[in-house]
T-cell receptor, first 117, second 113 residues
Framework: AQTVTQSQPEMSVQEAETVTLSCTYD???????LFWYKQPPSRQMILVIR??????QNATENRFSVNFQKAAKSFSLKISDSQLGDAAMYFC??????????????FGQGTILTVHP | NAGVTQTPKFQVLKTGQSMTLQCAQD?????MSWYRQDPGMGLRLIHY???????DQGEVPNGYNVSRSTTEDFPLRLLSAAPSQTSVYFC????????????FGEGSRLTVL
């Protein structure tokens, strides 16, 4: 079974600074997808960024970027120019490719990010 | 644009009681699922459905029942509530054309006494 591990229960960053959240995963599959989801204090979870395992190029979405190291099974999220609105719990998630797995995600434990003004 | 709607947002039950958490989506998504969120454990998949009339078990299905009679609705039933089912429950939907991009409801906080 696939597992996703987020070893940082909490992180903090100063506004306008950069922070990196860590995620490792374990799988025997060669084709899969990785995600970072954000859960603000209002609790509704939203997708931040997605990475396809077959793509070598790291995904970026504005201030959010990932460092995808397939051999090391590592998938970290970098938030640049942190803003107060970035404060949330962040979840790393894994999904097998293909078939009916398209909605079945395995989530990590989550990392609470605090942004200080 | 409602997206995924869950009701109720809060519920307190006594051990042994049954209840249904409602979930509806208006995006015509094929896939719907229920997760529970517990501190230090992230989100765990309870049940999921890839279309009307089709359901399957996730990682932690015991004590829960689901059905999918329409594309829009995916209720989660607690058959006989136990304190271990105290949790925050999230319904999520997805379309085949955006794999893994789950759209979540706001969550339902359930306390079982």
């Amino acid at each position: 079974a696939q597992t996703v591990t987020q070893s940082q229960p909490e992180m903090s960053v100063q506004e306008a600074e950069t922070v990196t959240l860590s995620c490792t995963y374990d799988t025997s599959e060669s084709d899969y997808y990785l995600f970072w989801y954000k859960q603000p204090p209002s609790r509704q979870m939203i997708l931040v960024i997605r990475q396809e395992a077959y793509k070598q190029q790291n995904a970026t979405e504005n201030r959010f970027s990932v460092n995808f190291q397939k051999a090391a099974k590592s998938f970290s999220l970098k938030i640049s120019d942190s803003q107060l609105g970035d404060a949330a719990m962040y979840f790393c998630a894994y999904r097998r490719a293909g078939g009916t797995s398209y909605g079945k995600l395995t989530f990590g434990q989550g990392t609470i990010l605090t942004v200080h003004p | 644009n409602a997206g995924v709607t869950q009701t109720p947002k809060f519920q307190v039950l006594k051990t042994g009681q049954s209840m249904t958490l409602q979930c509806a989506q208006d995006m015509n998504h094929e896939y719907m699922s229920w997760y529970r969120q517990d501190p230090g454990m992230g989100l765990r998949l309870i049940h999921y459905s890839v279309g009307a009339g089709i359901t399957d078990q996730g990682e932690v299905p015991n004590g829960y029942n689901v059905s999918r009679s329409t594309t829009e609705d995916f209720p989660l039933r607690l058959l006989s509530a136990a304190p271990s089912q105290t949790s925050v429950y999230f319904c999520a939907s997805a379309t085949f054309f955006a794999p893994g991009e789950l759209f979540f409801g706001e969550g339902s906080r359930l306390t079982v006494l």
